[in-house]
């Protein structure tokens, strides 16, 4: 396949964001309330073990003789509905943490969930086989938004983290 090595590397970096993530929970106290902590180090979790997995599974049908086209369109279908899926439970979790007063309103968590619905879009539209000269960029672009969404939510627990006076 001839993006196998880019697939890697990005599967690679996921797993160093969910280590960086448990090395986080595990030796840190948070300024936030403990809820919102919680969701932040698990959205991070479940996000790079989805970019993780996505990143390795086009690999994968190939080796059934399924030809690279169609792997891309079934890594693109179950990729999509898994970013749904993760898009709803974290729609639905984040509402809770806003009414609670636990977690400030963010303008950034629409500009996230607005890059998902793109995301997820351009994935079905590959899914239907009229650009599959694209597929291949555009599901590497949706696990690239994977990485970011580590990276800010990393960043995020970064700055909650509070610091011993000394």
């Known amino acids: 396949m001839e993006h196998a090595d880019l697939l890697q590397t990005?599967?690679?970096i996921s797993i160093a964001f969910?280590?960086?993530?448990?090395?986080?929970?595990?030796f840190s106290k948070f300024r936030l309330d403990p809820e919102a902590?919680?969701?932040r180090i698990r959205l991070m979790v479940v996000v790079?073990?989805?970019?993780l997995l996505f990143s390795l599974f086009p690999l994968l049908?190939?080796?059934f003789g399924l030809s690279e086209s169609d792997s891309w369109r079934i890594s693109a279908f179950l990729f999509s509905l898994t970013i749904i899926s993760i898009s709803i439970w974290s729609w639905v979790r984040l509402r809770f943490l806003y009414q609670a007063g636990l977690l400030n309103t963010q303008k950034i968590t629409i500009v996230w969930y607005l890059a998902a619905v793109i995301l997820i879009i351009a994935l079905f539209v590959t899914i239907s086989g009229r650009i599959d000269s694209f597929t291949p960029a555009i599901?590497?672009?949706a696990l690239f938004f994977g990485l970011?969404?580590?990276?800010?939510?990393?960043i995020m627990l970064i700055v909650a983290v509070e610091l011993e006076k000394g």
């Open 10 to 12: 990005i599967a690679q």
């Open 18 to 26: 969910a280590g960086f993530a448990g090395v986080v929970a595990a």
């Open 37 to 39: 902590a919680i969701f």
């Open 48 to 51: 790079a073990l989805v970019t």
């Open 61 to 63: 049908p190939p080796n």
């Open 139 to 141: 599901y590497i672009t």
């Open 148 to 154: 970011a969404l580590c990276s800010f939510y990393f």
